[in-house]
């Protein structure tokens, strides 16, 4: 008998048995109800076809059973765990942010302490309301000549388990969101000496396990646990990710409890097969295409650092930044004095390009597989045409105003999420419990979330992000002239 290879990791079960419903003929008298598209309204068919709206299906025995997988949504984790270097994998279709809470969910409950860096997402935050955990929050390295926040260190994280050594998790951000990442396989270590799940926010990191040239990948630096965003970085639709986990520090029962409260009972099978797609991209192409978008984002970083009036983002060897994401491109515009809210106007609605995330000094591009070279040279010639105003240069970015590594409430973040509230203007609010989850958006980054003290630093910092042209998300009075305290 004749030896054959495997190659099993190239096929893409769920796709295919999708694939295969959508284009059976039968009578359907299940939801949804524009019945493969025959009901959908004409506008929006016009604008997406129809052929989308057939395989918009639901969970039909073929298809399996995204709580109780046992068929090709089972085979189809089990690719994508085996391509992702994890023992077990879940997709989710409600994105990174029901991937952060169930994580949070799973490993700690009411008054748990967690371990987590101030400049944590909002899902974050969001996980500590739900579960009822209690934050021990450590501030990121700050650097005041790039005006960004970077990770936290292994020193700051060691300290902080000598003095909560009853800590259940510690939760970290791997990369920031302009691709910074600390030193993940030191703080693995000192996790691993103290037995506890180290969980990572890696949404913007799903790319990292193709190039030798990325960043390591959080489960290779000894994570337990990890959340990626395959969407923001890879071919998966908007709001696909999955889930990761390794070893028996978390455990993958509690995982499942956890994503049946936050996933909906009728997923969409677009998004999960089109995690099913990206999986099999990257196990039969990886490599390449980073190659190729690594090679893009070299191109335009190299082109943008010869304009003399923008700096760019480069590596650098210091407190929380060990490695930079070469496709994450951050341009520092302040020389050209002018917001980096009112350049990401310009270069939107003049120019023809659009930015990931503007901030007061900084624009941040994402260069992924799906970038082309003519967009990297539109990119540049944009820049180009950009001229520096007559203006003085902007101010620096004030720090953000991240709270103690300590936290000073009186309440936990879920006994704050559910006392009650009253409203006040904002010029009475210093040294008041603030009751809203109150962040510029992107990032999503809360400046303020409920039980913590509201500052006047803090007031400043998100007032100054409105009149550049930022939006402030989260909060009742999106003006900011009020805010909503706890009684």
């Known amino acids: 008998m004749s030896w054959s290879p495997d190659y099993s990791w190239l096929q893409a079960p769920l796709l295919n048995a999708l694939q295969k419903s959508a284009q059976k003929p039968h009578a359907a008298f299940y939801a949804p109800g524009h019945k493969q598209g025959q009901g959908i309204n004409q506008n929006i068919a016009n604008l997406l076809g129809k052929t989308v709206f057939q395989a918009d299906l639901p969970e039909l025995p073929e298809l399996d059973n995204l709580f109780a997988p046992e068929g090709v949504i089972e085979q189809a984790q089990q690719l994508a765990a085996t391509t992702f270097g994890a023992e077990k994998t879940w997709f989710l279709i409600n994105g990174s942010t029901c991937g952060i809470i169930a994580a949070i969910l799973a490993t700690c409950g009411t008054g748990d302490k967690i371990i987590l860096p101030r400049n944590s997402h909002q899902s974050a935050i969001a996980g500590l309301v739900l579960s009822g955990a209690m934050p021990i929050f450590l501030n990121p390295e700050y650097d005041p000549a790039t005006g960004l926040a970077y990770s936290i260190t ?45 969980l990572v926010d890696e949404a913007h990191g799903a790319h990292f396990a193709f190039h030798p040239d990325l960043p390591p990948s959080a489960l290779s630096a000894g994570a337990d646990l990890t959340v990626q965003s395959t969407h923001k970085v890879l071919s998966a639709m908007t709001q696909a990710s999955m889930l990761h986990i390794q070893g028996k520090r978390v455990c993958d029962r509690r995982i499942n409890k956890a994503l049946q409260l936050l996933q909906s009972t009728s997923p969409s099978y677009l998004l999960l097969a089109s995690l099913d797609a990206a999986r099999q991209q990257m196990a ?44 994450r491109l951050t341009v520092n515009i302040s020389q050209l004095g002018i917001t980096g809210f009112e350049v990401d106007e310009i270069l ?48 620096p970015s004030p720090r ?32 008041r419990l603030c009751a809203e989850l109150i962040c510029p958006y992107p990032p999503g980054i809360p400046v303020l979330m409920p039980g913590e003290i509201i500052t006047t630093k803090a007031i400043d910092y998100l007032q100054q992000i409105l009149v550049a042209g930022g939006i402030i998300t989260g909060c009742n009075d999106p003006t900011l002239k009020t805010i909503q305290i706890i009684k």
């Open 400 to 431: 953000l105003p991240f709270t103690p590594h300590l936290p000073i409430s009186p309440l936990l973040p879920r006994e704050a999420y559910f006392a009650p509230t009253v409203t006040i203007p904002i010029q009475e609010a210093s040294d």
């Open 348 to 395: 939107h609605n003049e120019l023809g390009v659009t930015c990931e995330l503007p901030l007061l000094q900084h624009l941040t591009f994402i260069i992924s597989l799906g970038n082309t070279t003519k967009d990297i040279e539109k990119l540049i010639h944009a820049f180009k045409t950009i001229s520096p105003s007559p203006h003085l240069p902007i101010s």
């Open 154 to 198: 292994p020193e700051s994280l060691q300290q902080t388990l000598k003095q909560h050594s009853d800590t259940k998790a510690v939760m970290l951000l791997h990369p920031t969101y302009q691709g910074v990442c600390g030193d993940l396989k030191a703080i693995a270590r000192i996790t691993q000496q103290y037995n506890i799940p180290l």
């Open 284 to 327: 039969a192409e990886g490599k390449e295409l980073m190659s190729r978008t690594i090679a893009l984002a070299m191109e335009a970083r190299n082109s943008l650092a010869e304009i003399s009036h923008l700096s760019i983002l480069k590596p650098m060897s210091r407190s929380g930044f060990k490695y930079l994401d070469p496709t």
